[in-house]
């Protein structure tokens, strides 16, 4: 079993930035990738980056050169840092762990960008 608990979300104007993270507990962290996911209103969850046991990195095109994904193995705990902010980034932010077939979700952090 493993739990997840995102932490960071807030409400912040467009261009501005914020810090994502993801507690992890119950599992070897340091062996499975992480990623982190968005929902946002009226849409379907979609990916937003991943990051491997190796720490090779990848996101999705929308937020590519303006998000950081980053993994801390001795704290247990996974980053998004986001930069350069857009309104369309407005969502629930989740976190993910690779683990299985299913993998475990996180609650959510509720990220809101106000133009």
């Known amino acids: 079993q493993v739990q997840l608990v995102e932490s960071g979300g807030g409400l912040v104007q467009a261009g501005g930035s914020l810090r994502l993270s993801c507690a992890a507990s119950g599992r070897t962290f340091s062996s499975y990738a992480m990623g982190w996911f968005r929902q946002g209103p009226g849409k379907e969850r979609e990916f937003v980056a991943r990051i491997t046991s190796g720490s090779s990195t990848y996101y999705a095109d929308s937020v590519e050169g303006r998000f950081t994904i980053s993994r801390d193995n001795a704290k247990n705990t996974v980053y998004l840092q986001m930069n350069s902010l857009k309104p369309g980034d407005t969502a629930v932010y989740y976190c993910?762990?690779?683990?299985?077939?299913?993998?475990?979700w996180g609650q959510g952090t509720q990220v809101t960008v106000s133009s």
């Open positions: 993910y762990s690779y683990i299985g077939r299913k993998g475990y």
